[in-house]
């Protein structure tokens, strides 16, 4: 029995859903335990992002913003060159679930996209975030990033997840009595998302 967290580190509704999510851990703490999986958003590419998609993607932070009061900075879009790739994000996800730093590593990477106008698409800046948390040298840390091994467990995380009843980013599952419950997020309110898990967890 479980709660299964399925997202993408630069996955903006992420982001938004953020301060919530956090209350929603907190209000079940010692009723189910909860992990986290990658959802592998954007394949690793080293093209520049198409200009239409740099402002969707603008026009999402700002509904975002409008919606939940979720600060972005946008100089992100001036100061950076977008691309359209999270994997190397969800590795480094992978790279800090092994020393326990995976809530650590997730949240750096967002504040760093977010907040600093960083690229977390760029191996160096999670490399400098990693090493911020202890998890090596920069050199060490980049070359663990890049390596066939990380790749493959992350490719065996995203095949698992095609298993699930996963539906976009953020997704809540809970794996109770061998089913896999797709729970529905409310990304202002997490009293009515850790309801719906208790009777179900009542319910059997």
């Not at 009723?31 to 969707?56: C, F, H, K, N, T």
Request: aromatic share 8%.
């Amino acid at each position: 029995m479980k709660l299964l967290y399925v997202h993408d580190p630069m996955c903006s509704w992420c982001w938004g859903y953020a301060p919530t999510w956090d209350k929603l851990k907190q209000s079940l703490n010692g009723i189910i335990d909860i992990e986290y999986r990658v959802g592998g958003l954007a394949s690793d590419s080293d093209e520049p992002m198409p200009e239409q998609m740099q402002l969707m993607l603008q026009s999402t932070w700002q509904r975002i913003a409008d919606y939940l009061g979720t600060e972005f900075n946008f100089k992100f879009w001036q100061n950076c060159q977008p691309r359209r790739s999270t994997y190397p994000a969800c590795r480094a996800a992978l790279l800090a679930r092994k020393e326990n730093k995976e809530v650590q590593m997730i949240a750096a990477i967002q504040q760093a996209y977010y907040l600093q106008a960083k690229n977390p698409s760029d191996v160096s800046v999670l490399a400098q975030l990693a090493q911020e948390l202890g998890l090596g040298t920069q050199a060490e840390i980049e070359s663990k990033l890049l390596s066939d091994e990380l790749n493959r467990e992350l490719m065996q995380e995203l095949s698992m997840l095609q298993a699930l009843p996963v539906q976009g980013f953020p997704s809540l599952i809970l794996l109770h009595n061998e089913r896999a419950i797709p729970i529905a997020i409310n990304y202002e309110d997490p009293l009515i998302t850790a309801e719906q898990i208790k009777q179900l967890l009542a319910n059997g």
